[in-house]
């Protein structure tokens, strides 16, 4: 690939869709790791509890605030 390439407005729009998706993933894998441990308490079933389903709902509504308002805070600066 030649320098030019990189200044392509397609290729720069690839990147930046490339990287919003790492970003996805990312923020997933983290939601998953700290909802899981702090909801699922007991045996892993066909379905949660109640109390589990409840947790985990809190728990995804207030981790995606918490990362929205620290975004929006970084690009503030």
């Known amino acids: 690939m030649d320098a030019s390439a990189l200044n392509n407005p397609r290729f720069k729009a690839l990147i930046e869709e490339e990287k919003t998706k790492a970003?996805?993933?990312?923020?997933?894998?983290?939601?998953?790791?700290?909802?899981?441990?702090?909801?699922?308490?007991?045996?892993?079933?066909s379905s949660f509890s109640r109390s589990e389903a409840s947790c985990l709902s809190n728990c995804t509504k207030?981790?995606?605030?918490?990362?929205?308002?620290?975004?929006?805070?970084?690009?503030?600066?």
């Open 23 to 45: 970003l996805t993933n990312e923020l997933v894998a983290k939601l998953t790791l700290v909802c899981w441990d702090k909801c699922v308490t007991g045996s892993i079933g």
């Open 62 to 77: 207030r981790f995606a605030e918490v990362k929205l308002m620290t975004m929006q805070r970084f690009t503030e600066r």
